[in-house]
């Protein structure tokens, strides 16, 4: 079995081993299986016509919404491995639901099903840009010392998310962020995230491998003993129990099977939205969905093939065309299952960074998301204070990549400073992309020196994403 598994996934070509691989494939799964919860809580919101995901008026049905959330990341996820053989994982992308719950259902007459319609169509452009080989030309345009910047950005991005998720990092009273509660450690669950933190970056001093999955496992069966005893809950939306959970409490309830329900599955409707909003509202919010989806898979794809030392000396990753096919689907099967568009996961340099060299890790992750759709309860036993101390060492992982760039030559400089600082403080992978192609653009024309004619195009298309608010209210959509 190992042979048939080497000479598939090109196992020892790559520099890894069968366990690495299965190893790689957890830790990256454990790093995202927030979306199984998340999710559900985002897409709860009713339409504009009072009815919730997954069918009623009462509410959503969130069993579902869970169920088909782990059943689309797991799908997409073993495609990306069997098919284009990366390392990296594929589930609802954060932002892209939250604009389709908060922005696009509560438009007027739109329903869920019209939503998710928009959701298949954006996946269809993406995938048609891909077939004709536009997405992968304008990514081989992208300059090297972006895509290193777009690499190092991206680990800020993360750290950041890792930081904020697990609470250590708050909304602070007078200042934008704080330490924990008040300036300060006060809390049973913020203990646990630097246990766990701890826990990696002493293993990775002492070369252990498989550090991060260890430092989760330790953190978590730290939290599951720290509820035990505390009883500690979650903490509430409105900012009540502050030293609680962040979004998952570390305990079992009741069975650890569940049998899913699929009702989200195929609620989708591509004439819908044409027929509630004008043609021209439907192609502002396809765009909109588009450019988020077509550059955070760019910068996940070149983030995660550097930390894995996957990607040749142009910075190209191996199978490009197959991974950014692979991820136009997972929008189409996204918007098809009910659960807002699929796209690739940067927690998927988690994995990378414990050994994960190729697809068997995604096939791994997305075994462990099908697994999920019977056995969510476990999966929720892991608290975002023991995940994401791994995407904090990542962080750091990702960061080494800066003195790659040459900071004297003001027209590298100042546009790689642009990408890597606009990602966490935008909160937004493709914000700071926008950043560093749109300066790029600009002080290359001043400086002379020449730009591929594609840059410029992507670039004038990003100044219309930002300034899409006023163009949206013009429209009436917001």
């Known amino acids: 079995m190992n042979e048939l598994l080497n000479r598939t996934f090109k196992i020892t070509e790559r520099g890894s081993s069968v366990g690495q691989e299965l190893r790689g494939g957890l830790v990256t799964f454990f790093a995202m299986s927030y979306i199984l919860v998340l999710n559900p809580i985002i897409l709860s919101t009713p339409d504009s016509t009072g009815h ?32 284009a053989n ?6 609802a992308g954060l932002g892209l639901n939250a604009m389709l719950a908060y922005t696009v259902v509560s438009l007027p007459g739109m329903t869920w099903a019209d939503a998710m319609g928009i959701v298949v169509l954006e996946g269809i452009v993406i995938l048609l840009l891909v077939l004709s080989g536009l997405r992968e030309a304008i990514f081989k345009a992208v300059p090297g010392f972006l895509k290193t910047a777009i690499s190092v950005g991206i680990g800020l991005f993360i750290a950041l998310v890792g930081l904020v998720n697990a609470g250590i990092i708050r909304p602070g009273s007078g200042t934008p962020l704080d330490l924990g509660i008040n300036g300060s450690i006060a809390s049973w669950p913020l203990i646990v995230f630097i246990i766990g933190l701890l826990s990696i970056i002493v293993l990775m001093v002492k070369k252990v491998r498989g550090a991060i999955l260890i430092g989760i496992v330790i953190a978590t069966i730290s939290a599951i003993v720290v509820e035990a005893i505390f009883k500690l809950g979650a903490q509430g939306p409105d900012g009540s129990n502050p030293t609680g959970w962040g979004l998952t409490v570390p305990s079992l309830q009741g069975s650890p099977v569940s049998v899913p329900e699929f009702s989200t599955i195929g609620v989708f409707s591509i004439a819908g939205p044409f027929e509630k909003i004008s043609v021209i509202a439907v192609l502002v919010l396809v765009f909109s969905l588009m450019l988020a989806d077509f550059f955070d898979t760019m910068g996940t794809m070149v983030a995660v093939g550097s930390e894995g030392n996957l990607l040749d000396k142009d910075g190209n990753p191996p199978r490009m065309r197959q991974i950014l096919a692979i991820d136009s689907l997972g929008a189409i099967a996204g918007g098809a299952g009910g659960v807002s568009s699929n796209t690739a996961y940067i927690e998927s340099a988690t994995g990378v960074a414990d050994g994960a060299r190729t697809g068997l890790a995604s096939v791994t992750t997305g075994i462990l998301f099908l697994a999920c759709t019977f056995l969510a309860p476990l999966a929720g036993m892991v608290p975002y204070e023991a995940a994401t101390p ?11 990549q800066v003195g790659q760039i040459d900071w004297q030559d003001l027209v590298v400089g100042i546009p790689a400073f642009l990408t890597i600082v606009f990602m966490p403080f935008a909160y937004s992978i493709t914000v700071g992309i926008g950043m560093g192609f749109i300066s790029y653009v600009i002080l290359a024309a001043v400086a ?15 100044v219309f994403y930002f300034v899409r608010g006023p163009i949206e209210t013009a429209l009436g959509l917001a």
């Open 52 to 83: 919730f995901l997954g069918g009623g008026t009462d509410g959503a049905n969130t069993p579902a919404i869970a169920a088909g959330t782990a059943l689309v990341a797991g799908v997409m996820s073993l495609l990306m491995g069997t098919v």
């Open 86 to 91: 990366y390392p990296m994982a594929i589930a």
């Open 390 to 400: 791994a995407l904090v060492v990542v962080g750091f992982l990702m960061m080494q």
């Open 448 to 462: 002379r020196r020449k730009v591929h004619p594609l840059l410029w195009v992507v670039s004038i298309l990003f």
